[in-house]
């Protein structure tokens, strides 16, 4: 399993970036990410996420992508999520605030 190490302060390109930076650096090693998964709203620092750039991304490389939404339900407008057309979105909904 691979992670990609992100701090603040960042730009959501950078963040697009070292994902496409990372894929590109494991296919040179003969591997292949199948599957990709991130968050909507990051816990800490409290930030959104680039889920929308970061799904276009997957589809481009043909990689699926598991959104973890338990900190965008109420937070975020996720009403666009079916135009996104990630592969899988997930949410408990026990971390909505009105």
């Not at 889920?51 to 996720?78: F, N, P, Q, R, T």
């Amino acid at each position: 399993m691979a992670s990609i190490s992100i701090e603040y302060p960042l730009e959501d390109e950078e963040i697009i970036q070292k994902f496409l930076n990372m894929t590109e650096s494991l296919a040179k090693e003969g591997k292949r990410i199948k599957i990709v998964m991130f968050d909507t709203v990051i816990t800490f620092p409290g930030v959104r996420f680039p889920w929308e750039a970061m799904v276009s991304a997957c589809k481009d490389l043909g990689v699926l992508s598991l959104i973890d939404g338990a900190h965008g339900i109420g937070h975020i407008d996720l009403t666009r999520l079916g135009d996104v057309g990630s592969d899988f979105f997930t949410s408990n909904c026990y971390k909505y605030a009105i």
